[in-house]
Structures are given as structure tokens and as C-alpha cells.
């Protein structure tokens, strides 16, 4: 029974209460053109058992949609989500990719809104990635009472290219928030691995087959931009699709704690800064100026070609390697993270004038050399 849309939930002993939330958030969808895949990665045996039964019960309930079981690995081991995540779509047999994190949950007409939404457009057969909005919380109830009174966040579904998504997970905003959030407000939505629909050929099996960075935490931050720059369009719907939830701020969950995000956002910034030289592709430009013209937002009034543009990026993405260290380096108190920050302040200064850093650029000075300027180096450090 082939379906349209594989939705993969990689799992690994995640607390029964919300992976049965989520698994339901699943088995609910108002939809029926899909199949779901549960990626077992080393689970203990009670979650074992616990998998069984729920897909005992998924066949009584939703006997119109497959459910599969399957491992990582042979010897039950736990191999990590993007190996969990690389096994889902190696196995599924839908166009369509959709990912859900085992502790989160989907809005029930997710599927059925993104695909109407998605079968809307004239430019349908060129879009690779369809995306929703998300909101967060820590409780099912919470999720319930986004759902129920669901309004639409923008006016009307857009269609973007693979510009306007890099820039939209490179984007820095210089003022600090409340909570010192220094991303844009859509990051989230652009840069997470679930709560989108992606063409599978296209976008795993194309020109430039995508695999999750094994082995590794982040591994959005590993992968999301080359699943951009691999794509032809995308399409942005009005709905809140998905509830993400969390366990407090970025330092509760430990973001920062962990080097590795430096290293992704190095990592992002290098196959990007290689983006510039290279011959781009056109194809979609004449769409994108056509039906969203929204570069303005981006602090350039005039954006003359897709080099300028893929400048503007890389210019944002080196800031964010730049606040990616300097976080760090709040969190661990290592200074060797505050020179890293600083030595990519001093790396390329001319690129960096492309775009807003001034508040980050103090603050990193100001720890490194005692003063905002850039003379007298300090003892601190």
C-alpha cells in the first residue's frame, strides 16, 4: 500500500508520557496518504514492549496507514539521531519525508494542510520543502490550546527560494531579547529537521544526495543549509503545524555547553563561503523576485544579483559563529571560546561590515582586551 508522505519519529527511551503524545499526535492526523515509520535506536526493553503494543493498537486504529518498527541497529544499539534519522529514509517508500521529534507533537491536520496547501500552487511540481509554523511549550495542555484556537501567523502561504531560507537560518539580530536570543524569529521554523514535508528525490536522492551528519548532536546545524542549497522552491504555509517542546532556555537545555554547535556553525559557514565563487543557479530567481520580494527585510535595500545575496549570508553566518562562541564561552567560562570569537572578528572585517554586529563585536572585545576597542590586551584572558 504505497502513501504519498513517510513520517519518520526516531526514538530512544524517550518518557513514556510524551512519546505516547507524540506517537498519538501520529496515529490522529486527519489525513490518510501516508505511512509511519518508528526508528527504534537502541531502546531499553520496556520502551521495546511499549512500541509493540502501540503498533498493536495502531493497526486496530488506523488500519488505512502502514506502521513499520525498525532498528538502527542488529545489536540494539544507540547510534544517535542523525544515524536514526539516515535509517528512516533509507527505508521509507513515500515521496515525501516528514520529521517528528519523539517528545513533540503534530497538530492533527498537519498533513492534510500542508499537502492541500502544497497541491494549491502553479509551481507545485518545483517544490522540494514545504514548511509550517511551531509553536512551544512544556505540556500537552499547552499544545491543545495552540491547536484548538489555531490562527494563522502570516496572511497567506509563500512560496520562497533557497536565498531567503539560508538567509533565514544565518540571520542574526543585533538586539538582545529578554531570554538573549540573538537569532531571527523564523530561525527555529527554517533551521529544525522536523515539522516540513521534503521531496524525497530531490532532496536526499538528487544531484547532491543528503545524509544526516552521523555521529554528532546538531545535526540540524550540520545539514539544514545543504538541504537549502539543494532545493528549487519552497513553500511557507500560515498554520501553527507543530508544538516543540522544551524544558526550559537554551542554557537549561545545555545548547551551549556543548562545543559541537561551534563546530556545525564552522562547518555551515565554510560550505556556504565556498557557495560564493561557485557557478549558481538561476533557475529560480525569476520566481522568487516574481512572488516574494521580501530581501528588503534584510537590511539590504538593493541585493543587484544571488552573489550579493550569498555574501549577505555568509556575512550573517560568520556573526552567528561569532555569538555561537561567545555563548559558549558564557556557559563554560572557557576563555579559549571568547579568542576563538574574537579571531573570527579580526579574520575578515570587510565581509563583516555587510552586515550589524556592533553590540556582539563590544561585548566580545570588551572581554578580551578589558575595554570596547581594539588596543590593550587584557590579563583576563
Known amino acids: ?14 518518557v513514556e508520557v510524551k512519546l505516547l503524545e507524540a506517537l498519538e499526535s501520529v496515529m490522529h492526523q486527519t489525513a490518510d496518504n501516508f505511512e509511519f515509520i518508528i526508528v527504534n535506536d537502541g531502546c531499553d526493553s520496556d520502551h521495546e514492549f511499549f512500541l509493540k503494543r502501540f503498533k498493536e493498537r495502531w493497526h486496530v486504529e488506523r488500519p488505512d496507514c502502514p506502521i513499520s518498527i525498525i532498528h538502527t541497529s542488529d545489536k540494539n544499539e544507540n547510534k544517535g539521531l542523525a544515524t536514526a534519522r539516515n535509517v528512516g529514509i533509507a527505508y521509507a517508500a513515500g515521496d515525501w519525508i ?3 521529534d519523539s517528545d513533540d507533537i503534530m497538530w492533527n491536520k498537519t498533513l492534510e494542510t500542508m499537502w492541500t496547501e502544497l497541491n494549491k500552487q502553479e509551481d507545485k511540481d518545483l517544490i522540494d520543502i514545504v514548511l509550517g509554523h511551531t509553536c512551544r511549550g512544556s505540556s500537552i495542555g499547552q499544545a ?16 520562497f527560494d533557497k536565498y531567503l531560507a539560508l538567509m533565514k537560518i544565518c540571520k542574526y539580530i543585533e538586539a538582545p531579547t529578554e531570554n538573549g536570543y540573538f537569532v531571527d524569529k523564523d530561525e527555529m521554523i527554517y533551521n529544525a529537521t522536523w515539522n516540513k514535508l521534503y521531496r524525497k528525490e530531490k532532496i536526499f536522492f538528487g544531484n547532491y544526495p543528503g545524509r544526516f551528519y552521523e555521529g554528532h548532536p546538531h545535526e540540524d546545524n550540520y545539514f539544514t543549509h545543504q538541504i537549502y542549497w539543494n532545493m528549487r522552491l519552497g513553500l511557507c504555509i500560515p498554520n501553527t503545524t507543530y508544538f516543540y517542546r522544551f524544558n526550559g532556555n537554551f542554557a537549561g537545555n545545555n545548547l551551549y555547553k556543548n562545543q559541537e554547535i561551534g563546530y556545525a556553525n564552522e562547518m555551515r559557514y565554510e560550505f556556504l563561503h565556498k557557495k560564493v565563487n561557485s557557478e549558481i543557479d538561476n533557475s529560480t530567481s525569476f520566481v522568487f523576485s516574481k512572488k516574494v520580494p521580501f530581501w528588503k527585510e534584510y537590511g539590504q535595500k538593493v541585493v543587484k544579483d544571488d552573489n550579493e545575496k550569498i555574501k549577505l549570508i555568509t556575512a550573517n553566518q560568520r556573526v552567528t559563529v561569532i555569538y555561537t562562541y561567545w555563548r559558549i564561552y558564557c556557559e563554560t567560562q572557557d576563555k579559549k571560546y571568547i579568542n576563538i570569537a574574537l579571531n573570527w572578528l579580526k579574520e575578515n572585517e570587510e565581509e563583516l561590515k555587510l552586515v550589524r554586529h ?9 572581554i578580551c582586551y578589558g575595554r570596547s576597542d581594539k588596543s590593550g590586551v587584557s590579563n583576563n584572558v
Open 358 to 366: 556592533s553590540y556582539i563585536e563590544r561585548v566580545v572585545r570588551k
Open 98 to 100: 516528514y520529521f517528528i
Open 1 to 14: 500500500m504505497n502513501k504519498d508522505i513517510s513520517v519518520i519519529c526516531c526514538v530512544y527511551n524517550t
Open 144 to 159: 491543545k490550546q495552540y491547536f484548538e484556537t489555531n490562527r494563522s501567523v502570516i496572511s497567506s502561504s509563500y512560496i
